[in-house]
């Protein structure tokens, strides 16, 4: 069964850093890209950037680019989403999310979420 | 891009149809390939989202014929037809032909 399991929440203070993990099974984790996706409480979907397992090459979302670091662990098979600098308005559910080229590009697959609250 | 979904609330009554428009602030055709990338997801309640539709049309593995998507350049549609109780929930649509990917604000979708 291929999927994607998350890391549990995390609480932290403002200013402080957090490293969310996104560990894939059932499926080759080299063959796609893992795109960050986040959720503010009530609220929408926002796009945070994406990773190419395979090689280890990103692209983030303008909004993130100096507080999103996207890495991975392939002999582990999980992605890594660290966001620094936290603020209140950070806190929101991070999802990960497989590429499938077999669909033309779309997230077949998502995590279950991670919730992170910044709170002082 | 901005993606503009209307309504952002829909109350249905089981068995008949609903329909959800989706509008891009610039087309999403991709010239080379003749496809627009727009993506259907939904959010049911207290889940992760869940692809239901990609390339405007095509329907993920496992979801039903009652999910039916159409458009193309800045206008699309997602229509539930014979809608039923396990379809409540958050439509999202999500254009992916640049970067940043860009999500419409969401319709809730709730039975009467």
């Known amino acids: 069964q291929m999927q994607l399991v998350q890391s549990g929440a995390e609480v932290k203070k403002p200013g402080a850093s957090v490293k969310v993990s996104c560990k894939a099974s059932?499926?080759?984790?080299?063959?796609?890209?893992i795109h960050w996706v986040r959720q503010a409480p009530g609220q929408g979907l926002e796009w945070l950037g994406w990773i190419n397992p395979a090689t280890a090459a990103t692209h983030y979302s303008q909004k993130f680019q100096d507080s999103v670091t996207l890495t991975r662990d392939t002999s582990i098979s999980t992605s890594y989403m660290e966001l620094n600098r936290l603020t209140s308005g950070d806190t929101a559910v991070y999802y990960c999310?497989?590429?499938?080229?077999?669909?033309?590009?779309?997230?077949?697959?998502w995590g279950q979420g991670t919730m992170v609250s910044v709170s002082s | 891009i901005v993606m503009t979904q209307t309504p952002l609330s829909l109350p249905v009554t089981p068995g008949e149809s609903a329909s959800i428009s989706c509008r891009s602030s610039?087309?999403?055709?991709?010239?080379?390939?003749?496809?627009?990338?727009v993506d259907w997801y939904l959010q049911k309640p207290g889940q992760s989202p869940q692809l239901l539709l990609y390339t405007v049309s095509l329907r993920a593995p496992g979801v039903p014929d009652r999910f039916i998507g159409s458009g193309s350049g800045t206008d699309f549609t997602l229509k539930i037809s014979r809608v039923e109780a396990e379809d409540v929930g958050v439509y999202y649509c999500?254009?992916?032909?640049?970067?940043?990917?860009?999500f419409g604000q969401g319709t809730r979708v709730e039975i009467k």
């Open positions: 999500m254009q992916r032909i640049e970067f940043p990917r860009t």
């Open positions: 999310a497989r590429v499938a080229w077999e669909l033309l590009g779309a997230l077949d697959i």
């Open positions: 610039q087309s999403l055709l991709k010239s080379d390939d003749g496809n627009s990338y």
């Open positions: 059932g499926y080759a984790f080299t063959d796609y890209y």
